[in-house]
Antibody, heavy 121, light 107 residues
Framework: EGQLVESGGGLVQPGRSLRLSCTAS????????LSWVRQTPGKGLEWIGF??????????EYAASVKGRFTISRDDSKSSAYLQMDNVKTEDTAVYYC????????????WGQGTLVTVSS | DIVLTQFPDFQSVTPKGKVAITCHAS??????LHWYQHKPGQSPKLLIK???QSISGVPSRFRGSGSGTDFTLTINSLEAEDSATYYC?????????FGQGTRVEIK
């Protein structure tokens, strides 16, 4: 089974930017959708977006809560995906997971271990 | 947006007992409903895909059923390691959404 490892989390001030990375191994990364899901403190899971495979032009989709502030991209040559978080808000504080989907419209087959982002002044 | 409502929010069960968690969708999603197990400090784990399809490596005591708007995850013969929060997730239409979660405690 494949493996995903997130990095880049940490403390960031409101209004600033942060970039998370997700590095894949053990599967054909370029053939799969890559999603980001977050879990806010004491709450459940929230899908925030995904990027399609290159076969579908690597186009992204976003949840309304992050659209216009977050950007998801991928670099298949590095088996990596990225979550660029701009103009962060305190409500963006969460553990961020990257996940692999066989296709857009399918299940999250496996997940990274998560990285904590804390937005605070 | 499609709202997924799980019931119950919490259930305490004795070992070897059985639990049924329901997930109701605010509109029909066919069979595009998946179940995950999430333990504290770990990443979520896929248990069931497309309402009832089993996942390699997941114990057979985890079973999924349903279609349309009503779905059930049944866990038979519960073991201590099944203590976790369980989530349903729909991939029928964007934005993908999750249920609020059901915490299962093994007494």
């Amino acid at each position: 089974e494949g493996q995903l490892v997130e990095s880049g989390g940490g403390l960031v001030q409101p209004g600033r930017s942060l970039r998370l990375s997700c590095t894949a191994s053990g599967y054909s990364f370029g053939d799969y959708v890559l999603s980001w899901v977050r879990q806010t403190p004491g709450k459940g899971l929230e899908w925030i977006g995904f990027v399609r495979s290159r076969a579908y032009d690597a186009t992204p989709e976003y949840a309304a809560s992050v659209k216009g502030r977050f950007t998801i991209s991928r670099d298949d040559s590095k088996s990596s995906a990225y979550l660029q978080m701009d103009n962060v808000k305190t409500e963006d504080t969460a553990v961020y997971y990257c996940c692999s989907n066989a296709a857009a419209g399918s299940q999250f087959d496996f997940w990274g271990q998560g990285t904590l982002v804390t937005v605070s002044s | 947006d499609i709202v997924l409502t799980q019931f119950p929010d919490f259930q305490s069960v004795t070992p070897k007992g059985k639990v049924a968690i329901t997930c109701h969708a605010s509109q029909s999603i066919g069979s595009s409903l998946h179940w995950y197990q999430h333990k504290p400090g770990q990443s979520p784990k896929l248990l069931i895909k497309y309402a009832s399809q089993s996942i390699s490596g997941v114990p057979s005591r985890f079973r999924g059923s349903g279609s349309g708007t009503d779905f059930t995850l049944t866990i038979n013969s519960l073991e201590a390691e099944d203590s976790a929060t369980y989530y349903c997730h729909q991939s029928r239409s964007l934005p993908w959404t999750f249920g609020q979660g059901t915490r299962v405690e093994i007494k």
